[in-house]
């Protein structure tokens, strides 16, 4: 009896060490994976995005890389933090919007605004192309993530990355010179999708003064914070050439889903 108290009490003694796994990766504040290969590219919705996507691969492109607004957005939820090491594609704001119109007509959604009175079958011009501006802006103040995120401005991407590039005709030579990990980078040749928004003849010369107004009140921070690199708009508001205007309230700052604010996890 004496003997087997002896062993209780000293295996009671004994300290066991946790386990340690010294192959753990400790990740760099805004990331979440650490099979990661760099520069990550953050993806803005309507800026050659998919393309991008297709010539770079997974690994720079998967969603899950870094904290996001929690959307179900295909691979292009706006981050919540700073992404390390990133970069992404601008848009002037009226081309990206109009071609956002062009592409939302050939979706499933788009019928759904039949009952406010935007026919799928009519004719994209101004007249419906107002119309269509009038309903999702709208519906973006219950739901930022309209349109498969499409209505949320730049800015709330942009503004977490590290380097920002605009979209032009030359824009694989610029991501080459860019960061020389991406020499290898070929971006197709071809978008179908851009010839027919051409043939559409709609800008966002066709608003209505309301219309341009909740346009530029919007996409405020896309034309005051990315005129530096997408250059002035004829489009813009006044403020936007003013060089002290500060933005008062950022649309980035919170989201909205069916009417309620987004809880983010930081």
Same mark, same amino acid.
């Given at each position: ?54 010539a ?16 179900? %957005?295909?691979?292009? $939820?706006?981050?919540?933090?700073? *992404? ?7 848009? +002037? &704001?009226? =081309?990206?919007?109009?071609s ?25 011009? %101004?007249?419906t192309? $107002?119309?269509?501006?009038?309903? *999702? ?7 930022? +993530? &309209?349109? =498969? ?25 610029d ?64 403020a ?27």
């Open positions: 009896m004496k003997l087997l108290l002896a062993l209780l009490a000293t295996a009671t003694a004994v300290k066991f060490k946790p386990h340690v796994n010294k192959t753990h990766k400790v990740l760099p504040k805004g990331l979440l994976r650490d099979d990661l290969q760099f520069p990550l590219f953050v993806h803005i919705p309507k800026t050659a995005g998919t393309s991008i996507w297709k770079l691969g997974p690994n720079y492109t998967d969603s899950g890389r870094y904290p996001e607004v929690p959307f179900f %957005c295909m691979k292009h $939820n706006p981050p919540q933090e700073h *992404v390390p090491d990133s970069w992404a594609v601008v848009r +002037d &704001v009226c =081309d990206r919007l109009v956002e119109f062009a592409w939302a007509r050939l979706q499933g959604w788009y019928q759904a605004y039949q009952k406010e009175g935007l026919h799928y079958h009519e004719e994209p011009n %101004c007249t192309f $107002n119309k269509w501006v009038s309903l *999702v802006t709208r519906k973006y103040q219950d739901n930022s +993530d &309209v349109e =498969d995120c499409h209505m949320i401005p730049q800015w709330c991407y942009a503004s977490k990355v590290d380097k920002v590039l605009p979209m032009t005709s030359h824009l694989e030579e991501i080459r010179h860019m960061d020389k990990r991406l020499q290898f980078l070929n971006l197709p040749k071809k978008n179908h999708h851009s010839h027919f928004v051409k043939k559409m003849n709609v800008s966002c010369g066709c608003l209505s003064p309301a219309n341009l107004e909740a346009v530029q009140t919007h996409f405020l921070e896309d034309f005051v914070h990315l005129r530096s690199v997408l250059g002035p708009s004829q489009f813009e508001p006044k936007a050439a003013q060089p002290n205007f500060a933005v008062k309230r950022s649309v980035c700052a919170s989201f909205r889903r069916s009417g309620k604010q987004v809880k983010l996890s930081r």
